[in-house]
């Protein structure tokens, strides 16, 4: 007999492809990015799950999609992956696994990290602006990620690229905390190898017409703390994570939280019962986003 614990219904896979389609269009026509290698690509197909190193693949004009992962995550964190590799594919070329190999081959580690960081930004740009989807809705997707993917055996390469995913997209909701549309877009390629002797992340922020270098004050304590979220070794609860994400972006952006974020955060409930919750039952985060949706209504009102 088939065992369909790694596949999606069919459902979901139609639900799947229209948000790529509609990502496709708001990229196009809402960001008025380049979408040339997009053409290239006319069929979307979801074949056997396989418990292999990916997600998205393409042979040809066909674009395959590894759905094994879904028996351990949410549909929306699937989601968020799958258009995050779609930007890859649509905007970047960067199709398979050994392109982005060939690519750290030809240009170095950083530039891949940066098309990473780029790729995380606009996903969450458009689940911003065409899902309304909150800062805190993200993160907590993020958690979801860092449940399923977290390793305490991290590389240097990963820690920076997700602390440059959340300052980037921390500031794009930061800047613009009450509307649904971004006015610029600064990408924050972080560097961590100060940490242990002066303390600072050196940062290279890509703006919209220029690159610009700085640093952020981040102490060990930070560093310690925003690791164990990557990495999910302590196994603290959702709202415990989006905290400290919001926390370390707060000082490092030197921007205060805006009132409306903490309400959406203080909405997502208990950090201690989050974490009791998490430990016992295993709620994915999206569930918790669902139960929080319904009562931050009347608090953001």
């Not at 700085?214 to 070794?233: N, P």
């Amino acid at each position: 007999m088939k065992n369909s614990r790694h596949e999606l219904s069919s459902k979901k896979k139609r639900e799947l492809e229209t948000s790529i389609n509609e990502f496709k269009v708001w990229l196009r026509h809402t960001k008025k990015l380049r979408l040339d290698p997009a053409e290239k690509y006319n069929t979307l197909t979801f074949p056997r799950p396989t418990s292999a190193d990916w997600i998205m693949k393409v042979d040809g004009s066909e674009v395959q999609f590894n759905t094994y992962v879904t028996d351990r995550c949410s549909f929306d964190y699937f989601c968020l992956v799958v258009l995050h590799e779609c930007f890859h594919l649509f905007v970047q070329d960067v199709p398979n696994k050994s392109d982005a190999k060939r690519l750290k081959d030809d240009f170095g580690d950083v530039l891949m990290k940066l098309l990473d960081i780029e790729a995380d930004y606009y996903t969450a740009m458009y689940y911003k602006e065409a899902k309304h989807m909150s800062l805190v809705d993200i993160f907590a997707l993020f958690y979801e990620g860092s449940k399923i993917f977290g390793d305490p055996r991290i590389r240097a390469p990963k820690v920076e690229r997700f602390i440059g995913a959340v300052l980037s997209i921390a500031n794009a909701y930061f800047r613009d905390a009450t509307t649904n549309s971004g006015k610029e877009k600064d990408l924050y390629l972080p560097n961590i190898s100060n940490i242990p002797t002066e303390e600072s992340i050196h940062i290279l922020i890509s703006t919209e017409n220029h690159f610009l270098l700085g640093e952020i004050q981040a102490d060990l304590h930070d560093f310690s703390k925003i690791k164990r979220c990557y990495t999910q070794v302590d196994g603290g609860g959702v709202r415990n994570y989006v905290e400290t994400l919001l926390q370390f972006a707060s000082k490092a952006l030197r921007v205060d939280i805006p009132m409306a974020i903490y309400k959406q955060l203080h909405s997502l409930g208990d950090p201690v019962g989050d974490a009791q919750q998490g430990a016992s039952t295993d709620v994915p985060a999206s569930t918790l986003l669902r139960q929080r949706r319904g009562r931050v209504l009347a608090l953001v009102s």
